[in-house]
Structure formats: structure tokens, C-alpha cells
């Protein structure tokens, strides 16, 4: 069984910052992706940034130039800074693990982020 252990989350003032960090039990070295989706209250749930083995990125148009997404192999952790906050931003964030060779998606418990004065 996969475990994903997410930090980071916490309330933030508009135009702050907070750093997102998940931890996963298996070996991310070769063919998982891992990420971040977001979920806002009465939202589908969306992506905000992944990242592949070979470190290629994808980022939300909505995010992109704020936030950046990088994973360390050998710790199997992937990290989800977050610069220049907006209201919008608000939501619980999921990190996902995506296995390449079947499509499987593994998905921690969410971590929520606020951004409020």
C-alpha cells in the first residue's frame, strides 16, 4: 500500500507564501509522476503542478510564474512552493502519485491552504 504524507499547508495572507511537501512510501526513482491537484468548495477537483521522473513540468496556467513543483528522487519527495498568493488560491491540496505504466493514481488525505487577510 502507498502512503503519501503531505505538510505545509496553513493560512496566508494575499501575496505571501507557503511550501507544500509530500512524503510517499515507495521508490519514485523510475515511472511515477508525482503532483499537486487542488480542490476549492464546490469545485471539481484540478491540476495545479506535476512533474515526471525525468523532471519535465506542467503547471496550471493559473499558477505558472508563482508557484514551482521539484522532487527529490532519492528522498522520494516532491515539493510545491508557493509564491504570491491570491483568495483564489484557497483550497485543500492533494498530492498525487501517478504510476506511468498503468495510469494508477495514488492520492494523499489533502492539506489546506487558505489565503486571507
Given at each position: 500500500?502507498?502512503q503519501l504524507v503531505?505538510?505545509g499547508g496553513?493560512?496566508v495572507?494575499?501575496?505571501?507564501?507557503?511550501?507544500?511537501?509530500c512524503?510517499a512510501s515507495i521508490?519514485i526513482?523510475?515511472?511515477?509522476?508525482?503532483g499537486?491537484?487542488?480542490?476549492?468548495?464546490?469545485?471539481?477537483?484540478?491540476l495545479?503542478?506535476?512533474?515526471?521522473p525525468?523532471g519535465?513540468?506542467?503547471?496550471a496556467?493559473s499558477?505558472k510564474?508563482?508557484f514551482t513543483?521539484?522532487r527529490?528522487n532519492a528522498k522520494?519527495t516532491?515539493?510545491l512552493q508557493?509564491?504570491?498568493l491570491?483568495?483564489?488560491?484557497?483550497?485543500?491540496?492533494y498530492c498525487?502519485?501517478n504510476y506511468?505504466?498503468?495510469?494508477?493514481d495514488?492520492w494523499?488525505?489533502?492539506?489546506?491552504?487558505?489565503?486571507?487577510?
Amino acid at each position: 500500500q502507498v502512503q503519501l504524507v503531505e505538510s505545509g499547508g496553513g493560512l496566508v495572507q494575499p501575496g505571501g507564501s507557503l511550501r507544500l511537501s509530500c512524503a510517499a512510501s515507495i521508490n519514485i526513482v523510475n515511472f511515477y509522476a508525482m503532483g499537486w491537484y487542488r480542490q476549492a468548495p464546490g469545485k471539481q477537483r484540478e491540476l495545479v503542478a506535476t512533474t515526471t521522473p525525468d523532471g519535465g513540468t506542467k503547471y496550471a496556467d493559473s499558477v505558472k510564474g508563482r508557484f514551482t513543483i521539484s522532487r527529490d528522487n532519492a528522498k522520494n519527495t516532491v515539493t510545491l512552493q508557493m509564491n504570491s498568493l491570491k483568495p483564489e488560491d484557497t483550497a485543500v491540496y492533494y498530492c498525487n502519485v501517478n504510476y506511468l505504466l498503468t495510469g494508477y493514481d495514488y492520492w494523499g488525505q489533502g492539506t489546506q491552504v487558505t489565503v486571507s487577510s
